[in-house]
């Protein structure tokens, strides 16, 4: 069964960074998207950012463009989220999972990870 592991999630004062990675426990099919998505507080789980395996081609949602660059490690099978410019409102618990169609809805992904934690303090 196929596995997503995150890492990464921690405690941050506005204005930081931190750098979520997430590993498959399969090799990850040049068709497929890797996609990060987030619940915060009270909230709807939500799109944050998507890469196309094959190209290297991302989407960010909105309230993180600029501030949060997906990536990719094809041999290891890894996807990266560095976030910078951290604020409150990304609190949040970040999932990253795969999918087969260049897609922002969460329903178009059929593996997910665990989660990990993310939180910023002012």
């Known amino acids: 069964q196929g596995r997503l592991e995150e890492s990464g999630g921690g405690s941050v004062q506005t204005g930081g960074s931190l750098r979520l990675s997430c590993t498959a426990n399969?090799?990850?099919?040049?068709?497929?998207?890797m996609g990060w998505f987030r619940q915060r507080p009270g909230k709807e789980r939500e799109f944050v950012a998507l890469?196309?395996?094959?190209?290297?081609?991302?989407l960010y949602s909105n309230s993180v463009k600029g501030r949060f660059t997906i990536s990719k490690y094809n041999a290891e099978n890894t996807v990266y989220l560095q976030m910078n410019s951290l604020k409150t409102e990304d609190t949040a618990v970040y999932y990253c999972?795969?999918?087969?169609?260049?897609?922002?809805?969460?329903?178009?992904?059929?593996?997910w990870g665990q989660g990990t934690q993310v939180t910023v303090a002012s």
């Open positions: 999972a795969k999918g087969s169609q260049y897609d922002s809805d969460q329903r178009a992904y059929n593996v």
């Open positions: 890469i196309r395996w094959h190209s290297g081609t991302t």
């Open positions: 399969w090799r990850i099919y040049s068709s497929s998207v």
